[in-house]
């Protein structure tokens, strides 16, 4: 299925961020050459949860929101994981996004 095959390039991307830096959904559709798929990484990144090795809380929206929050366990998982690596957070934005920000080479 197509849309498995896309997932799983989605979590290869997502494995590469490293730690203490985040990337965006569209960072992230860019790379795999589907720059209008944002949202798809989005639902990507959502069936991610039985992943442990995918860095899911890493993945923010391009200013850098963490509206993927709602789908962690407990109310500020997403948060927590994102300070434990030294990224400060306020009101659910990043702080310094620039600094923070690791973009993914385009996939070949």
């Known amino acids: 299925m197509a849309e498995e095959n896309f997932f799983e390039r989605v979590y290869a ?19 795999l ?3 209008r798929s944002a949202r798809m990484v989005g639902w990507a990144m959502n069936a991610c949860h039985n992943k442990d090795d995918v860095p899911a809380h890493r993945v923010v929206n391009q200013k850098g929101l963490l509206t993927g929050k709602h ?8 948060q ?12 659910n934005q990043i702080v310094d996004l ?3 920000f690791w973009k993914p080479e385009i996939q070949g």
Do not use: C, W
């Open 71 to 78: 789908h962690f366990d407990g109310t500020n998982l997403m």
């Open 98 to 100: 620039e600094k923070h």
């Open 33 to 35: 050459g589907a720059a």
């Open 13 to 31: 991307i997502a494995r590469q961020i490293p730690f203490g830096k985040v990337t965006s959904y569209g960072a992230i559709a860019k790379a």
């Open 80 to 91: 927590q994981l994102l300070e434990n690596e030294g990224i400060k957070v306020v009101d």
